[in-house]
Structures are given as structure tokens and as C-alpha cells.
């Protein structure tokens, strides 16, 4: 069964940075896109950062050059480091998978399989 576990979320003042683990059961990340979303209060879910089936990165415009994301094959986890947070990136966030071969993985709607959300919480 595949799953994914999210952790890493938390309270920060604007400035600060965290960063999210998303550890995966039940397959291998290395074959598959992947990806980090978010969704605060009465918005729609959107894409931060995504890793194609090939390693292709993508980034929404409101986090480049202050979240990176990577992952370690080896333990099958995915992560994202977020630096300078600030206020607008309050959201919970998930992490997801799909076996999908796309051009654009930042859609939510391509992805099969979702993490619990992990919150996080920036304060100015």
C-alpha cells in the first residue's frame, strides 16, 4: 500500500525557515513525480515545487529562490527547504505522488496518492 508520511510543519516568525520531510511507504520515489502543495483557508490547492519523473524541477513564481526541494532516494524521502518564510506561505502542506508522464506537474489534479499535511505557520 503506498503512503506518505509529512513532518517538518510548525510555527515560525516571517524570516524564519523549516523544512519538510514527506517519507514514502510502499514504492520507490525514484520512479515516480512527485511533488509539495499547499492550501490555506478557502483557497484552492496549489503547487510549490515538484520533481518530474525524470528529475525535471519546477517552482511556483511566489517561492523561487527560497524553498528548494530535493530528495534522498536511498531513505525514499522527499523534502523541502523553506527559507525567508513569510506570512503568505502560512498553509498546510501535502505532499504527493504520481505515476502520471507529464509536461506540467504542478496541477494538482494529476496526482493520485496524498500525505495527511503537515501545517505550517508564519507569523509576522
Known amino acids: 500500500q503506498v503512503q506518505l508520511v509529512e513532518s517538518g510543519g510548525g510555527s515560525v516568525q516571517a524570516g524564519g525557515f523549516l523544512r519538510l520531510s514527506c517519507v514514502a511507504f510502499?514504492?520507490?520515489?525514484?520512479?515516480?513525480?512527485m511533488g509539495w502543495f499547499r492550501q490555506a483557508p478557502g483557497e484552492e490547492r496549489e503547487g510549490v515545487a515538484t520533481f518530474s519523473s525524470n528529475g525535471a524541477i519546477q517552482y511556483a513564481d511566489s517561492v523561487k529562490g527560497r524553498f528548494t526541494i530535493s530528495r534522498d532516494n536511498a531513505k525514499n524521502t522527499l523534502y523541502l527547504q523553506m527559507n525567508v518564510l513569510k506570512p503568505e506561505d502560512t498553509a498546510m502542506y501535502y505532499c504527493?505522488?504520481?505515476?502520471?508522464?507529464?509536461?506540467?506537474?504542478?496541477?494538482?489534479?494529476?496526482?493520485?496518492?496524498w500525505g495527511q499535511g503537515t501545517q505550517v505557520t508564519v507569523s509576522s
Open positions: 510502499g514504492y520507490s520515489i525514484s520512479n515516480y513525480g
Open positions: 504527493a505522488t504520481t505515476p502520471l508522464r507529464v509536461l506540467d506537474y504542478m496541477r494538482p489534479e494529476i496526482y493520485n496518492t
